[in-house]
């Protein structure tokens, strides 16, 4: 190749480049001059449906200040018309943030299936940033009449996960069916709150929730903040249905769910799965007042709510938040959730305020981590035995067992009885199956795994033969079948 002609090749190449990267286009409410391509601020366009569609995949929209509640678009896939329809994958953010940037849909009257506006519209990819989406309405389904496509979702309706709504705030919203604030999608650090539907999931439903704040929603038979989602590290308070207050048919991960209300049953969750979550103060209606109701069904795993639920690690402690009644669900520096949790349920990095959601070594119970634990052993395992959580007591051995507070905390045994330790029991062989049962002193509700050695001498000495062992009260045993040789065999055990 020629001097001349490897000059051309890199100039394509960097033309190439240029013409495959994104386009940045401009959205002003109040713009003078809206121009296309919209790609600086003098020549912006004043709607941002207009900005959409003369983008491409991959392209960025930026939006400034105002209220945008002008135009509508119907998609293919539905009936109802959308203040904006994203129906590519690009990504619309305000410049300055929900407060001053906002989508307005129609949700002043609704008596017939065209009457209803969303706010917006996502395609698979697309992402939202920095909105207020308010008066969102899904259509209106006459009695008798059949379910038209597309209908859930007054503030946002998203083709799948894929789409994404990041600090965003949902409010006063309406659904008719799924979804009042929002339907399938991903949101981050978003707060829904006074939205309505008549079904399920007032604030949410078929979404992906981390980081978000879910209040004063109102749903008619299930879900008054959420339902059908999945919930990490989000606060749920103040929501109300006939059940589940708070959230039907969810899986939520270091949750906090407060204060929300039913007339049936589930006042915080209904039929959840729930880890790491705080679940209290959570009421039903009955004549002639209130009564406690957190949850009604479900599975917990390392909760604090009343009554005692099945599940390892769960405790009925008051979870001393700084101020419940006030709003604060921040715990106190001696709330039995700090250190309470099980870190394989950790689901992101931070917490609700944006902290590191792990501090002391294990994950908080609850949507907030207390940032600066004294000690590192679980507070409500302290407690229990009367400890100090200052962490004075965290490496002592007081029951003189040769395991110090943290080793017994991990490994489920009691640090005030010398006989309640983690130990080898016997090695007994068997015939039926040939090999040696293996038993050691156990506890319920603590997972072991089992290591196995021949010579004491090889590096490294042991090796796992087997792990995920539920404890049992007493002992468990294990049948090593591999043991058929005459050995020696040198066995330990640990917990995971």
């Known amino acids: 190749m020629k001097p001349g002609q490897l000059q051309w090749v890199v100039i394509f190449w960097m033309l190439f480049l240029f013409h495959a990267s994104a386009t940045v286009r401009y959205v002003n409410v109040s713009g003078a001059s809206p121009t296309l391509p919209y790609t600086n601020w003098v020549t912006a366009a004043t709607n941002i449906q207009d900005a959409i569609d003369d983008a491409t995949n991959g392209d960025q929209i930026m939006v400034t ?17 959308n203040r904006v329809a994203v129906t590519k994958a690009v990504t619309v953010q305000s410049v300055n943030g929900p407060a001053v940037t906002k989508i307005q849909g129609n949700v ?31 259509v ?46 991903t949101l981050l650090n978003c707060t829904l709150a006074n939205n309505v539907t008549e079904s399920n ?7 992906i929730l981390s980081n978000c704040t879910i ?25 109300t249905a006939h059940y589940g207050g708070g959230a039907t048919y969810c899986t939520l991960n270091n949750c906090t769910v407060a204060n929300n209300l039913v007339t049936m049953n589930g006042g915080g969750t209904y039929q959840c799965t729930n880890h790491n979550c705080i679940i209290h103060y959570n009421l039903r209606w009955v004549l002639p007042g209130y009564v406690t109701n957190n949850y009604s069904g479900g599975e917990f795993n390392y909760c ?30 001696n709330s039995p959730c700090i250190n309470s949790g099980n870190n394989a349920f950790v689901a992101v990095t931070n917490d609700l305020d944006g902290n590191p959601r792990i501090k002391g070594g294990t994950v908080d119970i609850g949507a907030y981590e207390y940032q600066t634990p004294a000690s590192v052993i679980s507070y409500a395992w302290l407690q229990q035995y009367g400890l100090t959580n200052n962490g004075s007591v965290d490496y ?3 029951d003189g067992d040769n395991m110090n507070n943290w080793q017994e905390w991990h490994t489920g045994t009691n640090p005030t009885n010398a006989l309640s330790v983690l130990q080898m029991a016997t090695t007994t062989p068997t015939n039926n199956p040939p090999g040696l049962i293996v038993t050691w002193q156990s506890v319920t509700g603590i997972t072991y795994f089992l290591q196995r050695g021949t010579n004491l001498t090889a590096q490294p000495v042991f090796s796992t033969i087997q792990s995920n062992i539920a404890g049992q009260t007493g002992t468990t045993s294990y049948t090593d079948t591999t043991a058929t040789k005459g050995g020696p065999y040198f066995y330990r055990v640990g917990v995971q």
């Open 65 to 81: 200040n105002g209220t945008y509640n002008t135009g509508g678009r119907v998609v293919s896939s539905g009936v109802l018309t």
């Open 108 to 138: 002043s009257v609704v008596t017939d299936t065209n009457s209803g506006i969303r706010c917006i519209y996502l395609t698979n990819g697309a992402a939202l940033s920095g909105f207020t989406l308010f008066d969102g309405n899904d």
């Open 140 to 185: 209106f389904v006459p009695p008798f009449r059949p379910f038209p496509p597309n209908i859930s979702g007054g503030g946002v309706w998203c083709e799948s996960s894929s789409a994404t709504v990041s600090n965003c705030v949902l409010t006063g919203n309406y659904a008719f069916r799924d979804g009042g604030g929002a339907y399938r999608g």
């Open 201 to 207: 999931g007032a604030g949410a439903a078929y979404c």
């Open 215 to 239: 209040t004063n929603n109102q749903a008619g038979p299930f879900g008054g903040g959420v339902a059908y989602s999945t919930l990490n590290n989000c606060l749920v308070v103040s929501n």
């Open 304 to 333: 604090s709510t009343l009554p005692l639920p099945s599940g390892p690690e769960n405790i009925t402690n008051a979870p001393l938040f700084a101020n419940w009644t006030g709003g604060n669900f921040h715990l106190q520096s």
């Open 396 to 398: 002592i051995d007081p």
